[in-house]
């Protein structure tokens, strides 16, 4: 079977392209290199440097006639959502549309779609929070989001697309990038690794639902049996705040350098907690690590990359 992943050179897409050579499928990547990196390459897999916008993407499909696709590439930066909507759109809903066309066009299978759960729920729902909460984003990338899940039910009602929707909560682990606004758990092991002050925005008492990389790769490869549409997070259930998350870091790495507090973020979410029992009980999927063995693994990576 022949798999399209978008966004393989990136953190999550990259382990997830890894993954499905080690099961024997064929994998091609599109990516535009953005924040992805070719050092994240699987050798294995057929890669186009492409941007998902791109008319030349029709060639692909073409030419490999992909059976399922995970679309994973995006513009993820919630803050540049926010500061230019007009470009945050162009990837993730003109790229989506120019994906979602050729799907239909070259008889695509299967459609897993890389979502999110804290930037589609906001704040101020039931904590873990359900996929039947009332989704309320607050900023340009959760709307984009959901638009997409949006798009999913047209298409799979217009044209009988099959999907599968996997809200995530706050993933890290190894090859994450410590660049981005995103990845608080990279940031800090960057910090860590160069002996670096950890700096918190405001007092640290905003929580996460952080899920390591590797049980959001076995939901990814459990959401390609899914027989019907669905939409499912992904997630650990644990809410623990900033404070938690230093004290744990400092404690599996060893280093305890300095805590400073910057002003808090104006608008930033308080509370992230998902809860999964939904994708539990549809494909028997629960997350295999808790966040000290996580960020072991994540914090061995860091010092040795
Ligand atoms: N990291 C998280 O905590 C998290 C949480 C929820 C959802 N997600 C979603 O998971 C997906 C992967 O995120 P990630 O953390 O691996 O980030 P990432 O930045 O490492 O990966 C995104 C990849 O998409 C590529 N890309 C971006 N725009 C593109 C375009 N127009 N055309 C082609 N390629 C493009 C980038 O080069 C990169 O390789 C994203 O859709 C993101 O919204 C991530």
Not at 12 to 22: E, F, M, Q
Not at 23 to 41: F, Q
Not at 46 to 72: G, M, N, S, T
Not at 267 to 283: A, D, P
Request: hydrophobic share 40%; glycine share 6%; charged share 20%.
């Amino acid at each position: 079977m022949k798999i399209l992943v978008t966004g393989g050179a990136g953190f999550i897409g990259s382990h997830l392209v890894d993954n499905l050579i080690k099961k024997n499928y064929s994998v091609i990547v599109a990516d535009n290199l953005s924040t992805g990196k070719r050092v994240n390459l699987n050798p294995k897999a057929r890669f186009y440097h492409l941007d998902i916008q791109d008319k030349k993407l029709e060639a692909v499909f073409k030419k490999e006639k992909p059976a399922a696709i995970y679309h994973l590439a995006a513009q993820m930066n919630v803050r540049k959502s926010i500061a230019d909507p007009l470009f945050d759109a162009r990837t993730n809903i003109i790229g989506v549309l120019n994906l979602l066309e050729n799907c239909v066009k070259y008889k695509v299978k299967k459609f897993v779609f890389i979502s999110t759960g804290g930037a589609i729920y906001g704040d101020g729902v039931k904590i873990p929070t359900p996929e039947t909460a009332t989704e309320a984003p607050i900023s340009p990338y959760g709307i984009v989001k959901l638009a997409t899940e949006k798009y999913l039910h047209y298409y799979h009602h217009q044209y009988g697309l099959n999907y599968t929707v996997l809200r995530l909560a706050n993933v890290y682990g190894p090859r994450q990038n410590f660049q981005g606004e995103a990845g608080v758990v990279a940031i800090f092991c960057h910090q860590l690794k160069n002996n670096q002050p950890l700096f918190i925005n405001g007092p640290g008492r905003q929580t996460r639902d952080f899920v390591f990389v590797a049980d959001v790769v076995a939901a990814c490869l459990k959401a390609l049996t899914d027989k019907k549409p669905n939409i499912y997070n992904v997630a650990a259930s644990r809410e623990n705040n900033i404070q938690q998350l230093v004290a744990t870091l400092q404690k599996v790495s060893g280093r305890k350098t300095p805590v400073k507090h910057r002003p808090a973020i104006k608008g930033e979410q308080m509370r992230s907690c998902l809860n999964y029992q939904k994708i539990k009980k549809h494909l028997s999927w629960s997350p295999k690590y808790d966040l000290e063995k996580g960020l072991k693994e994540t914090w061995q990576w860091f010092k040795e990359n």
